[in-house]
């Protein structure tokens, strides 16, 4: 079983090394975390050309990992994928590699994003498909409402931590706060929160 964290990538070192549609994505995600990308591959596709990283349309060299924070190998070529994996390990990097759980040491959750709140989905890499599915019911039941309910919890908790209140007795009034809301949405649209 994997040990769930939330990686601070913002400002740090990231390498892709794939340049398809897939390594696209995971582009696009370490960018949003406010990650400095690099990308290497011999063909690199538009969705990444247009996107603000540095870009080296050559082969992988164990080099390119350089003072790399993390690596995401993101290629169809299986032998490549497992070489990045082994020179990142060699190096304490660490390395995703796209649907090769047993080459990487993290995997990328599923996830929903609603501004700060984020809520993730993993399998360990037993089954991402899996994962995926659950967001998708998951992006339904938590709309955007919920990253307007965070800012308004946020603040609370930040009074309640300047008046010196007990991390206890913070859960209890958000919690409080957060079932009162519920009761008045299922009162107001009978079947659940968002109708």
């Given at each position: 079983?994997?040990?769930?964290?939330?990686?601070?990538?913002?400002?740090?070192?990231?390498?892709?090394?794939?340049?398809?549609?897939?390594?696209?994505?995971?582009?696009?995600?370490?960018?949003?975390?406010?990650?400095?990308?690099?990308?290497?591959?011999?063909?690199?596709?538009?969705?990444?050309?247009?996107?603000?990283?540095?870009?080296?349309?050559?082969?992988?060299?164990?080099?390119?990992?350089?003072?790399?924070?993390?690596?995401?190998a993101a290629t169809d070529d299986e032998e490549l994928n497992a070489r990045?994996?082994?020179?990142?390990?060699?190096?304490?990097?660490?390395?995703?590699?796209?649907?090769?759980?047993?080459?990487?040491?993290?995997?990328?959750?599923?996830?929903?994003?609603?501004?700060?709140?984020?809520?993730?989905?993993?399998?360990?890499?037993?089954?991402?498909?899996?994962?995926?599915?659950?967001?998708?019911?998951?992006?339904?039941?938590?709309?955007?409402?919920?990253?307007?309910?965070?800012?308004?919890?946020?603040?609370?908790?930040?009074?309640?931590?300047?008046?010196?209140?007990?991390?206890?007795?913070?859960?209890?009034?958000?919690?409080?706060?957060?079932?009162?809301?519920?009761?008045?949405?299922?009162?107001?649209?009978?079947?659940?929160?968002?109708?």
């Amino acid at each position: 079983m994997g040990y769930m964290a939330n990686l601070v990538v913002e400002g740090r070192e990231a390498l892709v090394v794939g340049g398809g549609k897939i390594a696209a994505r995971k582009v696009e995600d370490l960018l949003a975390s406010g990650a400095r990308v690099t990308v290497v591959a011999p063909d690199i596709c538009e969705e990444i050309g247009v996107l603000k990283v540095r870009a080296h349309p050559r082969s992988y060299h164990p080099g390119d990992i350089g003072d790399s924070f993390l690596v995401i190998a993101a290629t169809d070529d299986e032998e490549l994928n497992a070489r990045v994996s082994r020179d990142c390990v060699a190096r304490n990097v660490l390395v995703n590699v796209v649907d090769r759980p047993a080459l990487c040491t993290f995997t990328v959750p599923a996830t929903v994003h609603r501004g700060d709140l984020t809520i993730a989905i993993a399998t360990n890499g037993r089954c991402p498909a899996f994962a995926s599915i659950l967001r998708e019911e998951l992006e339904g039941n938590y709309g955007p409402e919920y990253a307007d309910l965070l800012d308004r919890f946020a603040q609370i908790r930040h009074r309640m931590v300047a008046d010196g209140e007990p991390g206890p007795r913070i859960r209890e009034t958000i919690a409080a706060l957060y079932r009162d809301r519920e009761s008045a949405a299922e009162l107001k649209h009978p079947g659940g929160l968002g109708q």
